[in-house]
């Protein structure tokens, strides 16, 4: 099976613009996850998604925001970018749950300027 | 909600030797815990993981303890070898129908092994 892909995997943004990532899960996976990584602030649980419903959600503001779709992909966005959303964003998917085996997609490096 | 601390912050032993890396948590109804090994530039990668109705698993030369009355769970690397050098991450979850079901990571453990 395909691995976890993650599009784009590179970004430079500007703030006060807004970003959108994509996550395709491991086909068969309808449990989707995304986390920020930063050397600061370590891995942090942004949300997770199954069945097209956001199942459990971070301590994050509200401009960070995401969506799946019937086929489980997954997208996140950012809006009104900030410095300090400068980060490494990961989604991981797993069969139906978060403690099901998570696999890790690559991550999208974002860099706000 | 769950707080998960990880000790050491960074760890280098000579090839051969053992390396023990320790996690706490704080919700004592936390039942599920992974392992992730993230090389640099890399994604992490699950290399073990352990339930709350199990006190140790071993996998080779990994292996993983848990006591949950301490509510610390720890990795076990026995034999190291240079591929080792990673950094570690632990992580604890809470069951699926509480509010805290996801994945809190610990502040990870730099793992360098000297040949």
């Known amino acids: 099976k395909a691995g976890v892909t993650q599009t784009p995997r590179y970004l430079i943004k500007t703030r006060g613009q807004q970003v959108t990532l994509s996550c395709s899960p491991i086909s068969g996976h309808r449990s989707v996850s995304w986390y920020q990584q930063t050397p600061g602030q370590g891995l942090q649980f942004l949300f997770e998604?199954?069945?097209?419903?956001?199942?459990n959600k971070g301590n994050f503001p509200g401009r960070f925001s995401g969506r799946q779709f019937s086929n489980s992909r997954s997208e996140m966005n950012v809006s009104t970018l900030e410095l300090g959303d400068s980060a490494l964003y990961l989604c991981?998917?797993?069969?139906?749950?978060?403690?099901?085996?998570?696999?890790f997609g690559p991550g999208t490096r974002l860099t706000v300027l | 909600g769950e707080n998960v601390e990880q000790h050491p912050s960074t760890l280098s032993v000579q090839e051969g030797d053992s390396a023990v890396i320790k996690c706490t948590y704080s919700?004592?109804?936390?039942?599920?815990f992974p392992w992730y090994k993230q090389e640099l530039g890399k994604r992490p990668q699950l290399i073990i993981d352990?339930?709350?109705?199990?006190g140790e698993k071993k996998d080779q030369r990994i292996a993983v303890t848990l006591n949950k009355t301490a509510k610390h769970f720890s990795l076990h690397i026995t034999e190291t070898q240079p591929e080792d050098s990673a950094v570690y991450f632990c992580?604890?979850?809470?069951?699926?129908?509480?509010?805290?079901?996801?994945?809190?990571f610990g502040g990870g453990t730099r793992v360098l092994v000297k040949p």
């Open positions: 992580a604890a979850s809470l069951p699926l129908k509480a509010a805290g079901n996801k994945l809190t």
């Open positions: 998604y199954f069945s097209e419903t956001q199942r």
């Open positions: 352990i339930r709350s109705n199990v």
């Open positions: 919700d004592s109804a936390s039942n599920y």
């Open positions: 991981a998917s797993s069969l139906n749950q978060v403690t099901d085996t998570q696999y």
